[in-house]
């Protein structure tokens, strides 16, 4: 499959460390108190955290820059500051992190691993407390935090999209692609409006569903007819095709004989791919008469109607794609 690779940018910064404090103890009857500054606080390190749930990089976008928290300073009466947290820098797995200036590999996330830590935080200063000796009884100085590190990073992340859209031109594939995501695929009413394949993040509940408009595939397609058939490559990792059939077609069994035929003939495990038929454009289909049609001409497949111009039947698709892709991811008991 292509790779669709979507990166971000931003700085990163562990957060500085809390200065030590200098300070002396002050009572009643005490005139001159020895020293009790407490030490400054640890700044917060950038941790790298793993989520499964994570299909791509949106959550980073749109940032310059993320920050973990500077250590507190050190106060009197020997109290230490408090230390920073952590920025959690939350990556799906397949993501890699490069030092954006000179390229270099930081990580690459092929699985779920534990947290671990990107860039520490400054360590805390030692209050005057610490340099208190025996030659040295009022130590008027304490150390500062040490500073935190900066660094501009890349993320990368390869893109494997979990339901393919496959139909003929002017289907409705684009259209279905914009009311199900924020991707603004052209929509044209002329065959072949998609040339290249859109990708687009359907939400399902907390997970993200990457949906693939590829452009529309006809007859002969496999033998090189059409855009589609070097299209029909870039589905061949998903989990799940959806076979898009507008519902007013006359010959709905001959379209889906076509489509199942057309990827039979590019590559056989294509058509043993879980799948699901969806008829679109219901708005013109009232009585749901022709549903019923394409239901029939499909056989015992699972059949959803939806429209996207009416935006109908569209809880209904994305309940049925997060099923099969999430809840269901492979394939138990579905159908
Ligand atoms: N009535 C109606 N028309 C629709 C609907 N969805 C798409 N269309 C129309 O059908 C035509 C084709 O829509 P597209 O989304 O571009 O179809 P496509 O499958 O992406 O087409 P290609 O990229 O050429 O393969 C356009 O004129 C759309 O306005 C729908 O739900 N109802
Ligand atoms: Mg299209």
Not at 117 to 146: D, M, W, Y
Not at 165 to 194: C, D, E, I
Not at 278 to 287: A, I, Q
Request: net charge negative; glycine share 14%.
């Amino acid at each position: 499959m292509q790779r669709f690779v979507d990166d971000v940018t931003f700085t990163i910064r562990s957060g500085h460390g809390g200065a030590g404090s200098v300070s002396f103890r002050r009572e009643r009857y005490v005139p001159r108190g020895g020293p009790d500054g407490g030490n400054g606080g640890r700044g917060g390190d950038v941790v790298v955290r793993v989520r499964r749930n994570l299909k791509t990089l949106a959550h980073l976008t749109g940032h310059t820059a993320f920050s973990a928290e500077n250590g507190r300073p050190g106060e009197g009466r020997k109290r230490h500051g408090r230390d920073g947290s952590a920025w959690y820098l939350e990556v799906p797995p397949g993501a890699a992190i490069h030092d954006a200036e000179t390229g270099e590999l930081l990580a690459d996330i092929t699985e779920e691993v534990d947290d671990f830590v990107l860039i520490s935080g400054g360590r805390g200063g030692k209050g005057n407390t610490h340099f208190k000796s025996s030659t040295h009884r009022t130590p008027r100085f304490a150390q500062p935090g040490e500073p935190g590190e900066e660094r501009r990073i890349t993320v990368e992340l390869r893109l494997i999209a979990d339901i393919g859209f496959v139909g003929l031109p002017n289907a409705g594939k684009s259209s279905l692609l914009r009311v199900l995501t924020a991707a603004h695929p052209k929509v044209g009413n002329y065959p072949f409006t998609t040339k290249i394949p859109n990708l687009g993040v359907m939400r399902y509940h907390d997970h993200d569903v990457i949906l693939a408009d590829i452009p529309g595939i006809i007859e002969g397609a496999a033998e090189g007819a059409g855009l589609g058939h070097r299209f029909l490559r870039h589905i061949s990792r998903t989990a799940v095709l959806a076979l898009l059939i507008d519902v007013t077609e006359e010959h709905p069994d001959a379209v889906f004989a076509t489509l199942l035929h057309e990827l039979s003939a590019f590559d056989s495990e294509l058509a043993q791919k879980r799948r699901i038929v969806v008829g679109t454009k219901c708005d013109l289909d009232p009585d749901g008469e022709y549903l019923q049609r394409l239901a029939a001409a499909c056989g015992g497949e699972q059949v959803i109607g939806v429209s996207a111009a009416a935006r109908s039947g569209l809880d209904a698709v994305i309940a049925q794609f997060g099923r099969m892709v999430v809840d269901l991811p492979s394939g138990e008991a579905d159908g």
